[in-house]
């Protein structure tokens, strides 16, 4: 297969036998009219009034009697300039359709959106990311500055806010209070975050890890320390980390490798860190976004895919029931 390596940078891990699948399994949109549409008040001054999405099975078919766990979702850079799409974008939308509430046994879904802005540039404002105004440094530890020494001059950026709070943290943690008081009556806590919403997902981690039982980090642009990985294995967080290899924007040498050691030696903590992310069809992923390749970044799509291919075989022996069954377990110990 010979293919255009700016367009498809990973196009030399390709066999023979292997396909480009530019189309998920699902149709982005179909169960967003189950999402009602609401507004947090009480974030902080310097983030805003955050609009948020919620499922409730309660609402849909199952009994309010029932207890179910909530999946709170965490959308990429830009999604909230997309709206109720970020949803998606989030990984959440297909968890609220019929099929997988049936697999979960019912779950409530809260996606709330970042309050950006994109300027003349294109370049997106007060995402995620947006670091506290005087900086929260948490201490980044020697060991991962001498692990990232090769990367220090070529990622000067990314280092400077690396161990950094995010502005939302705060915010996140008083509009998820805000949303379980609401639910009739909610189980544990499972945390989604994907790309600039995984680093807001580790700072919501490292900030009260008790809120939480599990989280999935999706392509997760943010390098937790030893420390603060220490700190979310002592609460009981499980874990699944979930990083292609050849991810094109969040760079697995960079953000995976330093902390392997640490994360293969964490009690509940799984991996999936695919060489190549695919879609339900078989085919490697790809989506290539105002003419960026960001298929292998983007496993927000997969995980909407329940991880699984349309044999019916799972993409990973580390959830062969899929994201739904992986939900179901972690809520059910």
Known sequence: ???????????????????????????????????????????DKSVGALRYYVYDPTKHGFPASG????????HGAGGSLVGKTAVGWAGAETFASPEYQRRMGGAYIVCPLANEKADKQGAKRMCWTTPIADGGLCGY???????????????KFIVTLLGVNSVYTASLLRLLSEALASFTSCGKVVLFGSSAGGYAAWRMLITAPERFCAAL?????????????????AAGVKLLIYNGVHDELVDYSFFIEPILPYLRKMPRVQLL??????????????????????GQHCGNNIVSQDLMYL????????????VTGWIKDVCGE
């Open 273 to 294: 860190l695919p060489e190549l992310l695919r879609n339900a069809d078989g085919g490697v992923a790809s989506n290539i976004a105002g003419g960026v390749q960001m």
């Open 217 to 233: 980090l999706i392509g997760a642009a943010y390098l937790p320390s030893p420390d603060e990985l220490e700190k979310v294995s």
């Open 141 to 155: 530890p020697q060991s991962i500055a001498d692990a990232l020494q090769p990367f220090m001059e070529r990622r």
């Open 67 to 74: 207890k179910y766990p909530v999946i709170f979702a965490l």
């Open 1 to 43: 297969m010979k293919l255009d390596k700016k367009l498809y940078p990973w196009a030399d891990c390709l066999s023979d036998d292997d396909f480009i699948s530019d189309t998920p399994s699902y149709t982005g949109g179909e169960f967003l009219n189950l999402f009602e549409d609401r507004l947090f008040t009480g974030a």
């Open 311 to 322: 044999t019916g075989e799972p993409m990973a022996d580390v959830c062969p029931r899929g």
